[in-house]
């Protein structure tokens, strides 16, 4: 059972339970792990801190997710977890309040390694646990270049160059690519770790999932999960209903983008035709896609693109935005798992997902191929990696002390 505690302004869950501090004999330490990251919701970096804390938690680390604020309440059920503020900063004096209760928090834990994710999260993230003594830091780039502001690419640079950052660790090939002409200093800093996954399968049928998400029956349902972000580009699968008046439109999660696309679907007529599911439980999302026919992801810019390679394996068939990385991500050795297509160009758009709509052996093929992802994907695969990079820097932790460290796989 976890319970919430609100001391030093912050938001803790904590574990119900017998401690070590109540033991007449002390407890061996084992060591403490951190991942912190920007705002706690239910999106795909997030996901990736979950199932890797468990992971790690299950190989004998003490894991504590920090999150520098609470968006939603994905996370309020999750042992040592802390929110560093209960909402966004809105001024200098509530960042202030977020900074040092991030501080203290990370002080307190004294942890041998922090993992940090996401562009904020690796920059503040690294000087909280520097300050704090942490034992190594290991910078995660789930962050796509193209959303990140370019004072905070240079600060990146600038960390790890002067060793701020002990490890840079990227989560595709595409991704590894895009440091090709970085200093070797910087380059040697990198490990590549794929991103794993829990698979979103489900044994309920398509028609109880719409049942119990309150999705339109015996329709044609095309569908994505997404943070509501302009960088997700879901205006684009909106676009898609006025040249199909049959078909449906169902969005899971939440973000600022929502009011802009109710706005654009009533301008387009479209509006009944579109359904907001909200953000989803991982046991919901494997409902919500079980209830689809096509997943659309018009995405601009990813890392890794979490999201599309979960829906690909459940088996539902993709139609995916023509990214380096998403071309990537979303093959086997037998061969791609879904069409690509100019999401912008929306007859081109329409048109293949009418093809996964109308051509049965199509379908069978994509799905026949992505039921090989959970295997390229594996979740044990990426926590072994990352236990045996705290490993490794914990026997040495500086990267220029490093030799034993693998190389950087690139493929």
């Not at 992971?55 to 680390?61: E, F, I, K, M, V």
């Not at 940090?116 to 789930?142: D, E, K, M, P, S």
């Not at 690509?340 to 026949?368: H, K, Y």
Request: include cysteine.
């Amino acid at each position: 059972m976890s319970t919430l505690d609100t001391r030093n302004d912050g938001l803790r869950v904590t574990s119900g339970g017998l401690t070590a501090r109540a033991l007449a004999v002390p407890m061996p330490r084992r060591k403490t792990i951190v991942l912190v990251q920007t705002q706690a919701e239910g999106a795909g970096a997030q996901e990736i801190t979950r199932i890797l804390g468990h992971g790690l938690t299950a190989r004998g680390y003490e894991v504590h997710q920090v999150f520098f604020f609470r968006r939603t309440a994905a996370f309020d059920q999750t042992p040592n977890t802390y929110f560093c503020a209960l909402e966004r900063p809105s001024d200098l004096r509530s960042l202030y309040r977020m900074l040092r209760n991030l501080l203290r928090h990370m002080r307190a834990l004294r942890p041998d390694a922090v993992l940090t994710f996401q562009h904020y999260g690796n920059l503040l993230g690294t000087i909280a646990a520097r300050l704090a003594g942490a034992g190594a830091v290991l910078a995660n780039r789930v962050s796509a270049r193209a959303v990140e502001p370019t004072w905070t690419r240079a600060l990146d640079f600038l960390f790890g160059m002067t060793g701020l950052f002990d490890r840079v660790v990227v989560n595709s090939k595409a991704v590894a690519d895009e440091y090709d002409s970085h200093p070797r200093g910087f380059r040697d800093r990198l490990v590549r770790i794929d991103h794993g996954f829990d698979p979103k399968r489900s044994d309920i049928a398509a028609s109880a999932a719409r049942r119990a998400l309150q999705l339109p029956a015996d329709v044609p349902l095309i569908g994505c999960v997404a943070r509501l972000h302009d960088q997700k580009n879901l205006a684009a699968a909106v676009r898609l209903l006025p040249l199909q008046p049959d078909w449906h439109l169902a969005l899971a999660g939440q973000g600022p983008e929502r009011k802009r696309l109710e706005d654009l679907a009533q301008s387009l007529g479209v509006a009944q035709r579109v359904h907001f599911a909200g953000e989803l439980s991982p046991e919901r999302v494997a409902w919500f896609l079980k209830g689809l026919d096509v997943f659309v992801f018009p995405t601009l810019a990813e890392t890794f693109g979490l999201a599309v390679v979960e829906a690909a394996q459940a088996g539902v068939p993709v139609v995916a935005n023509d990214l380096e990385v998403l071309r990537e991500v979303l093959r086997t050795d037998q061969g791609p798992c879904a069409l690509f297509v100019d999401a912008n160009e929306t007859a081109s758009f329409a048109g293949a997902v009418a093809r996964l709509l109308q051509d049965a052996e199509l379908r069978a093929t994509l799905i026949s191929r992505s039921g090989a992802l959970a295997a390229r994907y594996s979740v044990e695969t990426m926590t072994d990696r990352y236990a045996e990079l705290i490993q490794a820097m914990s026997r040495d932790k500086g990267p220029a002390r490093s030799a034993a460290m693998p190389a950087l796989p690139r493929g």
